[in-house]
């Protein structure tokens, strides 16, 4: 049986998980469009944390948002978004500027999906590593979690996500990490991304990462079949206050027929689900999220390992069933996917 993330050392039993980044706004061409064939797009709310923290919301936790956002009608429209599923925004700052966007232009047959950011400048990135009160956003919590991303968006996002895991840190709060290494945005201001993520990840109790973003930080190639444990094992002698790693494999037979497999690692075990063929695929964005948050939901319940890692991939594979970047998935659907009954319409 896995420790739960909710013990003493850890943080308050019960507590909440407070999700740390930037919300965006999604414009995507609609259907299999390419941008602006037509003048349409449709909006989604979206944003790696924010994502995660929905979806964690949705399968039963108390989940706070930590941001910063842009205070007009598109940032309270993004926030209420997220209120609506069950996400605190009572952390959030407001500030006046502009919303971080991104353009999605959804592949088809042999053309691949295609993701052009309009971040720079938002108002997420141009805040202050000060704005979020730490001391209030982190009351209570349990866990925080945040991503690469973060970072990824420049010199104030980068020390902006090290004092949140610095300040979780002191107060003996587990940290949860993704890597999500963007290389279109850390070129965008040519910040340094391995060392940054790599004090990132010092700091992590859950780091979601594989190969390539373990290869990255610690200056080294993973290759071969046994590479995933290898670079795990890496990871775990640099870090050592990692206590799971996770990561997803994904094979793609056509840009709608993905088969997706998953890896749950401790210093000593290593847990596998069994493949999982999605097709066709209505939705893969943020699909990385919503594994995310099918593993924490599985650690902050105490499940044992073997099953956390199967929760992960059934909230990943039935996140490409769903429409934009949120992870909306119950438990109920999860449990019905892993017991085989996916299919049955409910009466």
Not at 61 to 83: I, K, P, S, Y
Not at 214 to 238: C, I, K, M, N
């Amino acid at each position: 049986m896995a420790r739960p993330l909710m013990t003493a050392d850890l943080g308050k039993q019960g507590g909440t998980v407070v999700c740390f980044g930037e919300v965006l706004l999604r414009l995507g061409a609609p259907g299999r469009e390419q941008l602006l064939q037509r003048p349409h797009l449709d909006v989604f709310v979206g944003g790696a944390e924010a994502n995660v923290a929905v979806g964690l919301a949705r399968l039963g936790h108390r989940v706070a948002m930590a941001t910063v956002a842009a205070d007009n009608a598109l940032g309270h429209a993004a926030l209420g978004e997220l209120r609506r599923y069950g996400v605190s925004t009572d952390h959030a700052v407001l500030r006046p500027g502009r919303m971080g966007l991104y353009f999605l232009t959804t592949g088809a047959i042999h053309r691949p999906s295609d993701v052009l950011y309009d971040r720079a400048g938002s108002t997420f990135a141009l805040a202050e590593p000060e704005a979020v009160d730490w001391d209030t956003a982190l009351a209570g919590a349990t866990l925080l979690h945040l991503s690469g991303i973060n970072a990824a968006l420049g010199e104030n996002g980068a020390k902006a996500a090290l004092r949140a895991v610095q300040a979780a840190r002191a107060k003996g709060i587990a940290v949860s990490f993704d890597c999500n290494y963007r290389a279109k945005l850390w070129a965008e201001w040519g910040g340094d991304a391995p060392a940054i993520i790599g004090a990132l990840l010092s700091h992590a109790d859950v780091i979601f990462g594989g190969r390539r973003d373990f290869g990255l930080v610690l200056g080294r190639t993973f290759e071969g079949p046994d590479s995933p444990r290898a670079a795990a094992d890496a990871a775990f002698a640099a870090f050592p206050q990692a206590r799971w790693i996770a990561s997803t494999t994904r094979e793609q037979v056509t840009v709608d027929h993905h088969i997706l497999s998953a890896r749950l690692f401790t210093r000593d075990a290593s847990h596998i689900a069994d493949p999982v063929h999605v097709a066709p695929i209505v939705d893969r964005i943020g699909g990385g999220d919503a594994f995310a948050a099918g593993i924490l939901h599985g650690l902050l319940t105490g499940r044992p390992e073997r099953d956390v890692v199967r929760l992960g991939l059934a909230a990943a594979a039935l996140k490409h069933g769903v429409p934009g970047d949120l992870a909306l998935v119950s438990a109920g659907d999860m449990e019905g996917f892993l017991e085989g009954g996916a299919f049955d319409v409910r009466r």
